[in-house]
């Protein structure tokens, strides 16, 4: 089986295709404006090391580019927002504690009708269905072309929300619907807000996807194209589109686990040591540990599948002041290589302090050579009890595990660490996030509160429903397992309520 | 009758130091917060009045919603429901209240006597009846001063309104609303049994709204220097300071409609080669250092992220969170021997002899 991984980052565009579990050969080219040329190249330049061109079962795409329209403020379009839970909740409408920018930007119609359920299934009032038909007529004559639908406990019943969409298709059969049960769990300003944004990215990613599909077709790859998402599993693009938001952390989530690819191992923390920052993860089963709580996007609260990650102010290209020693926040980032001591610039830099070391051997070392040794030896201290803090703040137990380094400034990591078993570095690790799209599996998810089962007959119910959602998303059943599995006691509740969190993984399905 | 009108700053702080005062439950404020924020925005303001200044025959509304709080995620509350149920009471008993009060000033209850006060102009007087947050009826300060326990009005969105007439005990009462509660869909707005000046002002817990508004602006002063804010809120509250480290395992389970469970934590620095053991039951009950117990509920045990200093609830406990943990003084009343029957380590079901941190200071 060859795949192509591709991760399409703000600089860089890496490619690489790997054969069965092997990397073949690795690329890695400017990002473009247009995106489209950057991808094109890349895979020019992949096909042209593995000449005569070998024929490919999938490729996968990794991108952070609706992250970066959210938090940039652009492409975004205007969307309609219609709540289902009325009477209930009327107080807090959709948008309420967006940043008022970003609210300008992408509110065009509000709308709260009556409907939705409580948390036992019962309806709170009847859907109301005339004022549905009101609302279609309206969202209509605005021209409006992208509505989120949230309904009030839709995790549990989707119905209100099925309906809605049915009644909005009859008026206006061309606007792109986003339903939040198909996105987000319970938590209803959350997961509206994850529905809003998903709405508000839709014309974006369509045209993105028609930019991928393109620039395959260009290069005369004929294969399925996926589109990698958070939790480190893929989507086919044709489905993917329709949700960007799912593909907000897939940057980070791919480099972790082509780190634990790369080195054979499942269970380890990851530290990705980039120019500005160091991000760092804990993988389980080899995927990334899931946070738990709210997490902003763009100033935005959200609360779905995101890795769990610690993004430390270190960096390569982080400053370092002498007075006293002190290193970073703020970075020189991408111009490290103009604008550090050892290339040639006169900011004094982290990767000055690990040349001057000896721990790195890049540039001309002799412009660091006048450094003092206490300078030195306080800023080598100072940036190894960063990251031997933010790792062990990521571990989830006392047990030794490693710690697999990535990134351009992993020099920056010592080899010894407490709490921590092996340092790993792996082969290719520049390319680790193409690596992390190229075996990216599919899953299926249920986060769901089951009521009158035991505890043994609600996690197996759960396990069924969410082996059935990887099945519809292109997973092959035989290879399925549980990689994640949580159930919370529910609090007030009666009848045993159990709200039971369960996720599994399989291989792609092969393809005829 | 002067009365002080509460900044949008402060309902800030209000909610930020409701929070940490709920000493893991109460359930978060953000949604209640969401609300004034917005009723600010329209004009409104929230009046709070000195408890000294009430008349002993003034008639005092005691507020809060009843639900679970997975379903306050969903179904948000509204003051609509809210004003509705002291208006349901006031109907009941034929007179209009001149002023409304938290029955719990721990988490989001904090917040909705200045919901109602916001849209019906009553001001809201500085004072609950806990101190902090409490899961069960009977664990307030008028409980503990023997004050009955009905009539309870109970309001849902849809319009239905239940009133409780009578109760046996407060165990009937907490039966019978709880029933109604979760018939309504586990969520409703409650005005608790009216009370008069005189009962706030010699069986309430005086000054806590003042005091949560106090810490509030304790920890945002603290981040806005980057000092450390737990440290902060010990110097200004006189709190003691228990334990620093890492939790290794949360354990939970749900009894008789509560959440209960335990949390283990490593230490770390000063505390490095100590654990320290959490007990919860909605709040943190008991705590144990090396197994010994050091700290117990009257005594508010609060967990704090060891760096923002925002407070940590039972619910979000997770594995490698960095917390401090810290114990502030609870109000005297609920340290007399009545008060412990009600809020004592034995009424949660630990067989302990309370022993409060600050006396061992002493």
Request: glycine share 10%; with cysteine.
């Amino acid at each position: 089986m060859n795949r192509i991984g591709i991760d399409v980052g703000g600089t860089n565009t890496d490619a690489v295709l790997l054969e069965d579990e092997r990397v073949r050969h690795a690329v890695k080219t400017p990002t473009t404006p247009d995106v489209m040329s950057g991808i094109r190249t890349a895979l020019a330049r992949l096909l042209e090391r593995a000449a005569p061109a070998p024929a490919i079962d999938a490729v996968m795409i990794g991108t952070t580019h609706f992250t970066n329209a959210v938090v940039q403020r652009r492409d975004l379009s205007r969307v309609a927002a219609i709540r289902i839970g009325l009477p209930a909740s009327a107080s807090l409408p959709p948008f309420v504690d967006w940043p008022e920018d970003l609210a300008e930007l992408v509110r065009g119609e509000v709308h709260m009708l009556a409907g939705g359920h409580e948390y036992d299934g019962r309806p709170i009032v009847p859907f109301d269905t005339a004022g549905m038909r009101e609302v279609a007529r309206r969202i209509r004559a605005s021209g409006i072309r992208s509505v989120g639908i949230t309904s009030v406990f839709s995790p549990l019943n989707g119905s209100c929300e099925l309906e809605a969409e049915a009644i909005l298709r009859e008026a206006c059969p061309d606007v792109a619907v986003t339903l939040s049960h198909r996105l987000g769990r319970l938590g209803l300003l959350e997961r509206e807000n994850v529905t809003l944004l998903n709405a508000c990215l839709r014309d974006l990613a369509h045209s993105t996807t028609r930019a991928f599909v393109d620039a395959l077709a260009a290069s005369g790859i004929r294969a399925p194209l996926y589109l990698t998402q958070n939790d480190g599993t893929v989507m086919l693009a044709s489905e993917a589109e329709a949700y960007p938001v799912y593909s907000f952390a897939s940057g980070p989530t791919n480099s972790m686990r082509g780190a634990a690819f790369l080195s054979k191992r499942e269970d380890a923390i990851v530290v990705d040591v980039g120019g500005t920052t160091s991000d760092i993860g804990s993988l389980r089963h080899g995927f990334p540990r899931e946070a738990n709580g709210v997490a902003e996007v763009g100033g935005v609260r959200t609360l779905f599948r995101m890795p769990d990650l610690l993004s430390l102010g270190l960096g390569g290209g982080s400053l370092v002041a002498e007075e006293p020693p002190a290193v970073g926040p703020r970075s020189v980032g991408y111009l490290l290589t103009e604008q550090s001591r050892v290339f040639g610039g006169d900011r004094l830099t982290a990767t000055d302090i690990a040349v001057a070391a000896g721990l790195a051997d890049l540039g001309n070392r002799g412009r660091v050579a006048d450094l003092a040794p206490a300078l030195i030896r306080a800023c080598v201290a100072r940036m190894h009890a960063m990251i031997e803090e933010g790792v062990d703040r990521m571990k989830a137990d006392a047990s030794a595990v490693p710690l697999i380094v990535v990134g351009g400034g992993s020099f920056l990591v010592p080899e010894q660490i407490p709490g921590i078993s092996e340092v790993v570095h792996v082969p290719h690790q520049a390319v680790a996030n193409a690596v992390g799209a190229a075996i990216a599996q599919v899953s299926g998810e249920v986060d769901q509160v089951f009521q009158g089962l035991t505890r043994d007959e609600a996690l197996a119910e759960a396990r069924r429903l969410a082996e059935a959602k990887a099945t519809r998303a292109g997973a092959d059943p035989a290879t399925l397992a549980v990689v994640e599995v949580e159930d919370l006691p529910i609090a007030y509740l009666p009848g045993n309520s159990l709200r039971v969190r369960l996720r599994v993984v399989g291989d792609i399905a092969a393809r005829p | 009758m002067s009365t002080t009108s509460l900044s949008a700053r402060q309902i800030e702080s209000l909610a930020l130091g409701a929070w940490i005062l709920g000493t893991g439950g109460g359930g978060s404020p953000y949604h209640g917060l969401l609300n004034l924020r917005q009723l600010y925005k329209q004009g409104a303001r929230v009046q709070v009045m000195d408890p000294a200044d009430l008349a002993d025959d003034a008639a005092v509304a005691v507020v809060s919603t009843m639900g679970a709080p997975l379903v306050m995620q969903e179904r948000m509350v509204d003051p609509g429901p809210m004003v509705e149920s002291v208006r349901a009471m006031e109907r009941y008993v034929g007179r209009r209240f001149d002023a409304v009060m938290a029955v719990e000033i721990g988490g989001s209850n904090a917040l909705q006597p200045c919901q109602i006060g916001a849209v019906t102009g009553l001001p809201v007087v500085d004072a609950d009846a806990m101190g902090r947050a409490f899961p069960e009826a009977q664990m307030t300060s008028f409980a503990i001063h023997d004050l009955p326990m009905a009539p309870l009005t109970l309001v849902d969105v849809r319009d239905n309104a239940v009133i409780v007439a009578r109760a046996a005990s407060w165990k009937w009462m907490e039966r019978l609303s709880r029933k109604a509660c979760v018939e309504v869909g586990s969520i409703a707005a409650t005005c608790k049994a009216p009370r008069t000046g005189r009962d706030v002002k010699e069986c309430g817990i005086l000054y806590t709204v003042s005091k949560a508004i106090r810490l509030g602006e304790t920890v945002q002063a603290a981040r806005a220097a980057h000092r450390d804010p737990v440290q902060a809120v010990l110097d200004a509250e006189g709190g003691r300071r228990l334990f620093g480290g890492k939790i290794r395992d949360v354990e939970r389970r749900t009894t008789e409609g509560f959440l209960r469970g335990t949390a283990t934590l490593d230490g770390l620095d000063q505390d490095r080669g100590r654990s320290f053991r959490l007990a919860f039951q909605n709040e943190f009950a008991v705590g144990w250092l090396d197994g010994r117990p050091v700290v117990m509920t009257p005594d508010l045990i609060c967990v704090m992220d060891a760096v923002s200093g925002e407070a940590i609830g039972t619910e979000t406990l997770r594995y490698g969170q960095r917390v401090v943990v810290v114990a502030l003084p609870a109000p005297p009343i609920l340290l007399t021997p009545k008060g412990l029957e009600h809020v004592g380590p034995r009424a949660f079901g630990y067989d302990l002899e309370f022993r409060s941190v600050f006396a061992e200071a002493r």
